[in-house]
């Protein structure tokens, strides 16, 4: 056993170590046995307990749904084996479950959009939500632009923000990081346990890291998940009209130009199919970019989709051709000009004179 813990499952606390070696070595020991042989080996857990925290830990929320905490953590997930990433994660606040979570390279808008979009579809929609005070979360701009105020916009959000309010989610921005300490605990769980699961599995690629990840989610929350105080659930169903792809996308405002154009990202775009009522010109209208790049209007809860046309070609005016002047062919006086003929004594003295 001593040799497997050095070679196979270094970094294991006794408690992990206990579990693989049922799991995959179909070795069933208790914690305490694990961690008699290893001491008596000489070999110590890698990570003491850690102490317990200052903090007096926040009760949890009595039913499941009622709250989410969402955080992203950079980590050397994949030790040497591949590059840093960072995992995005949201986790239930009465249960303990986690809703969803996704691997990418940094923290994005798109790893908590997918998060939130995996959380929802398995589980419904919750009433809350705790975030940290990233800009990913919360708008940098202090008041609206003109086109948000046509829209009828009321407070300046972050994309993220406006597709927490379309689904009526009560986002919270945590001012410290105790507020959220359910997904800080867990991120703490993850560093001892997640970083060997996929080492054992080989896993040294960011693909193969969200290839695996949703087993391994599973097992943790068989795990460590808790039933809630209160059976009856919070989570709301997501109605039917609802369509996540364009909840989780980019917004942004456009006015329409002559022949129901518009441009976005440097491009020029129209509608798809012709409307049965054309926008008139410049109509301001919502544009949003779906995860997938899709591009749409969002009009009246419908999606219109946009296609890309070529720009017009700018007729080059030519201007009217400047004539330069030239330069005149000097004359010469005929031979019979005056200014041949020499000047007398009495002309001389007269051009003195004057």
Known sequence: MAKLYQDTYHG????????????????????????RILLEKG??????????????????????????QIDASPYAWLEDRGPQLTLHAAIDDATGTIVGAIFRLTETQEGYFTVMRQ????????LGLYSDRHTIFRSPKESLTLEQEL????KPLSQFGKAM????ITHIKA????????IERLWGTFQDRLV?????????TLEEANRALPELIEKHNRTFAVEPQEAESAYRPLPAETDLEYVFAVRTYRQIGS????????????????????FETKTTVEVRETMQGKLVIWHKGQALELREIQKPLRRQETKPETKTASLATPRKPAASHPWRKPWSQQQIQRSINA
């Open 12 to 35: 294991c606390n006794n408690c992990h170590f206990a579990e693989l070696l049922q799991e995959r070595e179909s070795l069933t020991l208790s914690v305490s046995t694990v961690r």
């Open 43 to 68: 070999l110590k857990q890698a990570k003491q307990r850690r102490r317990g925290s200052a903090h007096r830990p926040r009760n949890r929320k009595p039913q499941a749904g009622m709250l989410w």
């Open 119 to 126: 959380g929802i579809e398995k589980y419904g929609v919750p």
């Open 151 to 154: 829209a009828g916009e009321t």
């Open 165 to 168: 309010a379309e689904l009526g």
């Open 175 to 182: 001012m410290t990081p105790q507020a959220k300490g359910r």
């Open 196 to 204: 060997i699961e996929l080492r054992l599995l080989g896993v040294s």
């Open 259 to 278: 022949g129901q154009t518009l441009s976005y990202g440097g491009k020029l775009y129209t509608l798809a199919e012709k409307p049965s009522q054309p």
